[in-house]
């Protein structure tokens, strides 16, 4: 009898944590999409992918605008805000705000 409830309390845990991951990924998409369109961004996105960072547990979201394809912005949430990096071409890291970057996101 102990071996049943065994079984079936590990299989429990085993199968609710892709839902856990599913609800995350959903809250992550919707908050970071949300404040997107509250700005007005949505109209200029040219490509928009949600993405799982294994290091950290956590989604985030890397969007390419119209007329700034060289530049991928990736949203970030952390402590319940959403934080910008911005990377060229060359993958390297914009802090630079006179680069004229438009769609930084700032809570």
Do not use: C, W
Request: charged share 30%; net charge negative; proline share 1%.
């Amino acid at each position: 009898m102990k071996k049943i409830l065994l079984v079936l309390a590990i299989a429990l845990i085993l199968l609710s944590y892709p839902s856990y991951r599913i609800i995350i990924k959903a809250q992550a998409s919707n908050k970071i999409t949300t404040a997107i369109e509250e700005l007005g961004y949505d109209e200029y996105i040219k490509e928009h992918e949600i993405k799982y960072d294994s290091k950290r547990g956590t989604y985030f979201v890397e969007v390419i605008y119209i007329g700034e394809e060289d530049y991928l912005y990736t949203y970030d949430i952390n402590s319940g805000k959403i934080f910008t990096i911005v990377f060229d071409e060359t993958n390297t890291e914009i802090n630079d705000v006179q680069k004229g970057l438009k769609y930084i996101i700032e809570e």
